[in-house]
């Protein structure tokens, strides 16, 4: 069914939007999970099937002036209680929303917090921190110190009883209601993250650097139930079925360990996060699922924070390693969510849904654990870097927030509207907009409209265009923003009862704008060697050994070397470079003009091939200039074709040869001197060589030392010449390959 009404629609906007046989429309389409997480997601939900849907309500209930909320609790009256850093403070925010500085620590973190049947409220602290009681009218005292540099959870079990979870030694101590504390497992490894009890009693904690879930019964005796693939078991859950979910993260690089959320050191230097690598023995319990084998080693990066003077959290994560591990009953296991993007940090559950939390734009996702399959969505985004925590209060979930310290309540009913605003759409060239069609549903008392802009900056900016709409057609809208080179929609949903739109699809039609050919080279070649027949209009057979060129910058050369052999004359060959930014088919005319002339001539046109090879000898003596014209005619209708052109650099057409006369000569007994001159009427001399006697040829200077210009100058001096006549033959070479022979009698004294 989704392929036929993606046909049907593509049909459509062919129709309206294609003007012409050769012109190609592009379609832009966003319909799948990961093509809406690119976009902004405001009061909006995205399934992992790729449907958007008005997100439940998340409103923001309390804002400190902190850089971030880490920990949370809720007692039974309904209060809700917020540990911060890096001010070591605890605020209570009442159910009417009013809320209250409870407690400030001497320790900058608070990363744990919990809630005794009484009322009062423990405090973890961190570094070198304590566990305070605090009573509800903010009286503190220090109910346990367990001697640790970091605590990282605390958890109540049935008869009242205290679990510390600290680090950096990994142990968990057990404290009665009196404040005695004894140590109630050490786990060998360096930190124990969390803690949770199963529906029998028994405590569940997660550790670092091997990424171990321990069960641990009343008395002590511990059994891994787990070792996942990444270092840190950052937190647990556990329904009501007894499923228990475990948020695993971090790996070499990542930035998912708590340790980022510790505050700076005073007067610390700013910025980044320095990895140390712990290497822990794997010698585990052989049942643990995924261990390492027993006498090897595993490294495990764990993320310590680099001393910064600005007590801020940096504003975006991100780019760690999550994995939601979900562990059964019956001890089997799976992963069911994972990224190596996205860094996994709060849980909770709710019946047979649980909710996650991560690092990119404070992501909630919510998991729906359904017999047979399970449903993943992507329930709101806080738009804060990191979502630390989460609580269920009754039906509504609370999260906290870092980069700016938040509480958000997450209502159990729907945002009456939210937005979904695209990813910037680059077309590469100045385009023109067709249609905007998109598939959803829409229930009565449901809108869902439309609104696009344009511009030619990267990010939109005060340069785009105003947002032009609204769109409501399914079947299709004209999209009326001016043309350019960047494009973006956006969908707002809206509902006035309890259902909600749904959108499964968007199409956005774009014709890029025709650009003209470009002409990088125009190659001129006016000598080499002739390995093959070829006359006017033709190219094979040819191999160019060197010539002329033109491009952006047309240089002149003449390139062949003298040679003792008479060369063979060649053919006057023009080769170009040219492409098209469209990827259009280009079709090419040569034309060609003296230098004295004003028009140009018509070589040669509809050229498909790079290449012209035509004869000189069809062309008079002089200084020639070739215009090669690009053309995507054939790709696009009359009054869309473009065209460009390049001149070549001048070049020599010479059909005579030099003349070479004797100037002078003179005789002295047997020596004798000879001048002679050489000249050519149109292009330069290149070389000259000498024969007496018809005897072997030999090169010759002229006699200002190079040969190089129309007319020059050749001097020669024989001695010890026998008595008799003597031929003296000088031979001269133009850059055309034209030949031209003087010689010069002499008579010594003498012979017979």
Same mark, same amino acid.
């Given at each position: 069914?989704?392929?036929g ?16 046989r ?19 997601l ?13 997100a ?19 007692? /039974?009256? $309904?209060?809700?209680? %917020?540990? &911060? =850093?890096?001010? #070591?403070?605890?605020? @209570? !925010?009442?159910?009417? *929303? +009013?809320?209250?500085?409870l ?10 917090l ?10 973890g ?32 079990? /049935?008869? $009242?009883?205290?679990? %510390?979870? &600290? =680090?950096?030694? #990994?142990?968990?101590? @057990? !404290?009665?209601?009196? *404040? +005695? ?58 329904? /009501?079925? $007894? ?47 995924g ?62 849904h ?51 310290a ?147 910058s ?25 492409d ?49 014209v ?61 024969s ?26 024989f ?34």
């Amino acid at each position: 069914m989704k392929f036929g009404r993606v046909i049907r629609i593509l049909l459509l906007i062919f129709a309206i939007v294609l003007p012409a046989r050769g012109v190609e429309t592009t379609f832009w389409q966003v319909g799948s999970f990961d093509e809406f997480l690119q976009g902004t997601l405001t009061g909006v939900s995205l399934s992992k099937e790729g449907d958007l849907t008005l997100a439940p309500e998340a409103r923001t209930v309390f804002s400190p002036e902190e850089a971030l909320a880490l920990s949370l609790a809720r007692d /039974s009256h $309904g209060n809700i209680f %917020v540990g &911060t =850093g890096h001010q #070591g403070k605890v605020f @209570r !925010v009442t159910p009417d *929303g +009013k809320s209250s500085l409870l407690f400030t620590a001497k320790e900058p973190d608070i990363f744990t917090l919990a809630v005794e049947p009484t009322g009062d409220i423990f405090v973890g602290t961190s570094p070198e921190g304590k566990v305070y009681r605090v009573t509800s009218d903010g009286k503190s005292s220090v109910f346990f110190d367990p001697k640790a540099k970091y605590i990282w959870a605390l958890q109540f079990d /049935s008869e $009242g009883r205290l679990y %510390v979870a &600290t =680090g950096d030694k #990994g142990q968990i101590y @057990r !404290v009665d209601a009196s *404040g +005695k504390g004894d140590l109630f497992f050490d786990s060998k490894q360096t930190h124990v993250m969390c803690l949770a009890l199963d529906p029998k009693g028994n405590l569940l904690a997660g550790s670092v650097p091997n990424g171990l879930i321990y069960r641990i019964s009343p008395d002590g005796k511990a059994f891994v139930i787990y070792q996942a693939s990444l270092p840190e078991i950052h937190d647990l859950a556990v329904d /009501s079925q $007894g499923n228990i979910f475990a948020a695993a993260m971090g790996g070499a690089g990542s930035k998912g360990s708590p340790e980022l959320l510790m505050a700076p050191s005073a007067g610390g230097p700013g910025g980044g996060v320095t990895t140390v690598t712990v290497t822990a023995s794997a010698d585990l319990d052989s049942t643990a699922k995924g261990q390492t084998p027993p006498g090897e080693t595993r490294p495990a990066s764990f993320n310590r924070p680099t001393p910064q003077t600005p007590a801020l959290f940096p504003t975006q994560l991100g780019g760690g390693h999550g994995a939601l591990i979900e562990i059964h009953p019956d001890s089997t296991a799976e992963t069911a969510w994972s990224s190596n993007s996205e860094s996994i940090f709060g849980l909770a559950v709710r019946s047979d849904h649980v909710l996650f939390t991560t690092d990119v734009n404070g992501r909630i996702f919510d998991l729906y654990d359904e017999p047979g399959s399970e449903k993943l969505t992507l329930l709101t985004e806080t738009h804060e870097s990191i979502t630390t925590r989460l609580l269920r209060g009754g039906s509504d979930f609370y999260a906290a927030t870092g980069n700016v310290a938040k509480l958000f309540r997450i209502e159990s009913s729907p945002a009456r509207e939210g937005t979904f605003e695209s990813p910037v759409k680059d077309t590469k060239f100045i385009s023109r907009w067709g249609v905007l069609a998109w598939r959803g549903d829409v229930p009565a008392g449901c809108t869902l409209k439309f609104f696009t802009r344009s511009g030619n900056s990267e990010r939109p900016d005060n340069t785009w265009s105003d947002w032009a709409g609204p769109l409501t057609n399914p079947n299709g809208e004209q999209v009326t923003n001016p043309p350019a080179r960047y494009l973006q929609w956006k969908a707002v949903l809206h509902t006035s009862g309890n259902e909600s739109p749904t959108l499964d699809e968007v199409t956005v039609a774009y014709l890029n704008q025709n650009l003209p050919p470009q002409i990088h080279s125009l190659n001129v070649s006016t000598s080499g060697e002739r390995t093959g027949a070829g006359g006017m209009g033709s190219s094979s057979g040819l191999s160019i050994v060197s010539g002329l060129s033109a491009s952006s910058s047309s240089t002149l050369s003449f390139g062949v070397s003298p040679t003792t052999s008479t060369p063979t004359k060649t053919p006057i060959t023009l080769t170009w470079q040219a492409d098209d930014p469209n990827g259009d088919q280009l079709i090419y005319s040569l034309y060609l003009k003296g230098t004295d002339e004003r028009e140009w001539h018509l070589l040669k046109d509809k050229i498909h091939q790079s290449s012209y090879t035509l004869d000189p000898t069809a062309l008079a003596d002089g200084k020639y200039i070739a215009r090669l014209v690009a053309s995507d005619e054939e790709s696009n209708p009359p009054s869309t074709a473009r065209k460009s052109e390049l001149l070549s650099a001048p070049f020599w057409v010479d059909n005579t040869p030099p003349d070479v006369e004797v100037a002078k000569q003179s005789f002295t007994g047997d020596s004798a001197i000879i001048q002679f001159t050489a000249e050519d009427s149109t292009s330069p001399l290149r070389s000259a060589e000498t024969s007496l006697d018809g005897h072997e040829w030999h090169d010759i200077l002229s006699d200002d030392g190079i040969v190089d210009s129309r007319k020059e100058t050749f001097s020669l001096t024989f001695n010890s010449l026998a008595p008799g006549e003597h031929i003296v033959a000088l031979r001269a070479y133009d850059t055309s390959g034209n030949v031209g022979v003087g010689k010069a009698v002499i008579e010594i004294p003498g012979g017979k």
